[in-house]
């Protein structure tokens, strides 16, 4: 079971404004007309409740969107870039991964059909027509559009399923859970041999439902002992659990007091979910002798569990009534859960996850060969979407650096007579 992957996402480049101008006789004045671009597209998570695990991001890692496309004539715009929706289990966590570390949690999707936007296409760039003024009637400049974000995420998933198998080790539920689905946990004739959570999938018909084999819990388990807390947390998001004992043990009754204790004093809520008891190893003769005295013994447990079963693994006996259990169990949880959702009124719109973006405030640095380049985004955009190898443009230009306070950055910085400075793929001599 993979409850981790690493995924590299790229949103969209946003498209660049163009420069241009309306020459047609019947518009004597002309003037500017370039279009914007579009903006790019998003990478878009959503959270899928028919999705348990997170295998198949080890076999597509990578997501992409569409750039947006590039303005045109007589105010054109660029169309926008499509957006790319890629669904993730119910319960992801979503962190900054880097240099091989969770970094930073940027999103927890815990609600069906919950959005986030985890890598935001870029805006496109603003074409000439938005940059007439008194001045200058005829701009020669434009916007290229916006970089989309890139960001390489870790998806954390708490082990989900929808049946829980609980109990003390050697029980056998990791035989119960091998006989009923196409699990193969380890299974051996000694305790602890799960020491992890383990998946399986359970088919009913058409349909299937996910169970998990969680390690076995001992006293203390609420504590931490065995590791018993972090094994509880797994089953915290099921729906439904099956109580597994060992039929020929001592005290099957205590035993089940034990577990149930440790369930409650690690969560109460956990406690009340519906609970099936399998009392398993039925094949061997010691546990068909004492029937009659284990039955007698769980009396005294009426309304602990909604069914009791009396099953082998080995045999296979009682497994089929104890899957139509599960079923039904949990699809009258999922009833309930959908009444329960259902009486929310008004039902409140679930919120966009979107990750806030550090952006750096600096507007110029100093280069190590002591240049000075200029780093304020949107005078880089200006320069990269603009042919700043005429005059006019370049005038123009350096009216916007003042405009945007880069000049005085430069200035504050120091700059002398013939320095050099540096925007984008451009530079030129300060006089």
């Given amino acids: 079971m993979l409850d981790s992957a690493v995924i590299e996402?790229?949103?969209?480049?946003?498209?660049?404004?163009?420069?241009?101008?309306?020459?047609?006789?019947?518009?004597?004045?002309?003037?500017p007309g370039g279009g914007d671009g579009g903006h790019g597209g998003d990478v878009v998570l959503i959270a899928d409740?028919?999705?348990?695990?997170?295998?198949k991001f080890h076999w597509q890692p990578h997501?992409?969107?569409?750039?947006?496309?590039?303005?045109?004539?007589?105010?054109?715009?660029?169309a926008n870039g499509d957006s790319v929706e890629v669904t993730v289990p119910v319960g992801t966590e979503v962190w900054i991964w880097e240099d091989g570390a969770d970094k930073e949690l940027i999103g927890d999707l815990n609600q069906p059909g919950q959005r986030m936007i985890v890598a935001e296409g870029g805006r496109g760039g603003w074409g000439n027509a938005h940059f007439v003024s008194a001045t200058h009637q005829e701009p020669l400049l434009a916007e290229a559009g916006e970089f989309g974000e890139i960001r390489k995420v870790r998806l954390n998933l708490k082990l989900l399923a929808d049946v829980g198998l609980i109990g003390m080790?050697?029980?056998?539920?990791?035989?119960?859970?091998?006989a009923i689905s196409a699990a193969r946990p380890k299974v051996a004739d000694y305790p602890f041999t799960t020491l992890e959570p383990v998946l399986g999938v359970v088919e009913h018909g058409p349909q299937a439902f996910v169970v998990v084999d969680i390690p076995g819990l001992i006293d203390g388990a609420h504590k931490g002992v065995g590791l018993g807390d972090e094994f509880l947390k797994h089953v915290q998001r099921t729906r439904v659990l099956v109580h597994v004992v060992d039929g020929s043990e001592d005290d099957v009754?205590?035993?089940?007091?034990?577990?149930?204790?440790?369930?409650?004093q690690f969560d109460p809520e956990l406690a009340r979910r519906p609970q099936i008891l399998a009392v398993n190893k039925l094949d061997l003769d010691e546990v068909s002798v004492l029937l009659d005295e284990i039955k007698e013994g769980l009396k005294d447990m009426d309304g602990l569990h909604s069914q009791t079963f009396f099953v082998s693994a080995a045999t296979y006996e009682g497994l089929d009534d104890l899957k139509q259990a599960m079923f039904h169990s949990l699809q009258a949880a999922n009833e309930e859960l959908e009444l329960d959702s259902g009486a929310?009124?008004?039902?409140?719109?679930i919120p966009v996850i979107r990750p806030k973006v550090r952006k750096s405030t600096d507007v110029v640095v100093r280069e190590p060969d002591g240049a000075l380049r200029i780093v304020h985004q949107k005078a880089v955009r200006l320069a990269r979407g603009s042919n700043l190898e005429t005059w006019e443009a370049r005038i123009q230009f350096q009216r916007r650096l003042?405009?945007?306070?880069?000049?005085?950055?430069?200035?504050?910085a120091g700059i002398e007579t013939g320095d050099t400075v540096v925007i984008g793929d451009w530079e030129f001599d300060w006089d």
Avoid: Y
Wanted: hydrophobic content about 30%.
């Fill in 9 to 31: 996402v790229r949103a969209g480049n946003g498209g660049s404004g163009i420069v241009a101008f309306i020459r047609e006789a019947l518009l004597p004045r002309g003037g």
């Fill in 49 to 55: 409740p028919a999705l348990n695990t997170l295998t």
């Fill in 63 to 78: 997501f992409i969107a569409r750039n947006g496309t590039r303005g045109d004539g007589h105010h054109r715009n660029g």
């Fill in 169 to 178: 080790p050697n029980a056998g539920k990791s035989s119960i859970l091998t």
């Fill in 253 to 264: 009754p205590g035993r089940i007091k034990t577990i149930n204790d440790e369930i409650r």
């Fill in 344 to 349: 929310k009124v008004p039902e409140e719109e």
């Fill in 402 to 412: 003042e405009q945007l306070k880069v000049t005085k950055a430069l200035r504050d």
